[in-house]
């Protein structure tokens, strides 16, 4: 059988070698191209069966690519992107785009999704039938809040409705797990600026060296490996509203350059000696105490101010336990859906163990422990309590809890007897001893505490 020609168009050197060495592997004869243009010349050149094609390439318009795939050639194009933007998937199908993958891209997503492509008669124009359906299960896939009816739930969702419709930044602070992105793209849905760019960013995966470029963009030839000009985030998310994931982790330099960026409304990508205007909404999130950090001189305080106009304290999982059965049963028609199986909520048993149990990890730990007992369940049955991880079948209702640390002489004790208590769970062992899991990590250093 003759091997299906895909066409790789992607700005990202490492990104397009790395598929196209997995495409490969899989028998593809795979053709790349780093731009719009050199990748209208390899559709003059090859008999290309697939186009996978980065949304936004840094000689053209966002999809500006697809109509010229669907007129130049017979290959179906399947959209690729960074960033969790519902309009402009939206837009790519309605132009007449397959379908689009969310990077990172999963091997069998991929692989399933060229399929698809593969065996699907490729079109001229946009198709009309089964449109809608496409429209609807791209919305509904990408619509991950979920409103609870406890107290500390309806307080959330008022001060998410409150801010929204304001041009306000909003500083989202809460727990690891608690859905701080989710409550950050519901900010942005329901305000003026739904249908432009959602850019979510995170800050502790930037590394240090290329922060500046992933932020503000370069030109070619800036520096070595700027082979093409690139957009930065803020030109990306321009006219909408940008994400910073755990803000806190920026280094103090990204700081100052941050700052003045958010203050001028005006940003310089690398080699460039052109200032752009951008217009964009910030909201950033963090799990830890900025406060304090800008009074230890780890964080700017003018930036905090400006990041920091309305707050919204996000509860923990354990402070709305009303809210379990809710979540718990989106969650299992979540995983239904992704494993092909039909549970039917929770028993009462299994229910009563979620509620003794602290949930450290939150709304994420809950559905990654929903998924697997989905798995683990028969099909039109409940989840019952053998299905779920044995620390949750075994929880208490009552949480031990240990003094506060006062000196280093009571330090270590403590701290060993909570790492005991959690059989060496660090997150937990930081709640029973009041502090955050950075301090915690900073006095296992401190005091040689072995962390095996």
Not at 261 to 285: H, M, N, W, Y
Request: hydrophobic content about 35%; glycine content about 4%; overall charge neutral.
């Amino acid at each position: 059988m003759e091997s299906k020609h895909i066409l790789i168009v992607e700005d990202d050197v490492s990104f397009s070698n790395l598929l196209e060495t997995f495409l490969t592997k899989k028998g593809f004869q795979v053709h790349i191209a780093g731009s719009f243009e050199q990748a209208k010349k390899e559709l003059l050149q090859h008999k290309v069966d697939l186009v996978l094609s980065d949304m936004r390439l840094p000689d053209s318009e966002d999809l500006e690519i697809i109509p010229i795939v669907k007129n130049e050639s017979k290959a179906n194009i399947v959209m690729m992107t960074s960033y969790a933007e519902i309009n402009l998937a939206v837009n790519a199908i309605k132009l007449g785009a397959i379908d689009y993958l969310e990077k990172p891209i999963q091997p069998t997503v991929l692989l399933a999704v060229i399929e698809k492509a593969l065996n699907t008669k490729a079109t001229s124009v946009t198709p009309k039938k089964d449109t809608s359906d496409q429209l609807t299960q791209v919305k509904q896939s990408t619509s991950k809040f979920i409103k609870g009816t406890s107290p500390a739930s309806k307080k959330l969702h008022e001060y998410i409705e409150l801010v929204a419709p304001t041009p306000m930044s909003v500083l989202i602070i809460g727990e690891s797990g608690t859905g701080k992105e989710n409550i950050a793209k519901t900010i942005h849905d329901l305000s003026v600026r739904s249908n432009k760019a959602f850019v979510p960013v995170d800050c502790g995966a930037i590394p240090k060296e290329i922060a500046s470029s992933e932020f503000f963009g370069h030109v070619k030839g800036s520096f070595t490996g700027a082979l093409t000009d690139k957009k930065g985030h803020f030109s990306t998310a321009n006219g909408g509203t940008l994400f910073l994931d755990e803000i806190g982790n920026l280094s103090y330099e990204l700081q100052v350059q941050l700052l003045r960026a958010i203050q001028e409304r005006k940003i310089r990508p690398i080699g460039s000696q052109t200032e752009l205007d951008v217009d964009i909404r910030i909201i950033a999130a963090t799990n830890s105490n900025l406060t304090k950090e800008a009074e230890k001189g780890n964080f700017r305080e003018d930036l905090l101010h400006r990041l920091n106009e309305f707050s919204i304290l996000v509860p923990s999982l354990r402070d709305r336990h009303e809210d379990l059965s809710l979540f718990a049963n989106s969650f299992i028609e979540k995983s239904n859906a992704e494993l092909g199986k039909n549970c039917i909520g929770l028993d009462d048993k299994a229910l009563e163990a979620f509620k003794k149990y602290n949930w450290p990890g939150n709304l994420r730990e809950l559905q990654n422990v929903i998924k697997r007992s989905v798995l683990l369940s028969s099909n039109n049955q409940p989840i019952d309590i053998n299905t779920l991880p044995e620390h949750i079948k075994s929880a208490n209702s009552k949480t031990e809890t240990l003094p506060p640390l006062q000196s280093s002489e009571n330090e270590t004790v403590l701290i060993e007897r909570a790492l005991k208590l959690t059989n060496g769970n660090k997150a937990k062992a930081a709640k029973l001893l009041q502090i955050d899991r950075k301090t915690l990590y900073n006095k296992l250093k401190r005091y040689n505490i072995n962390l095996n």
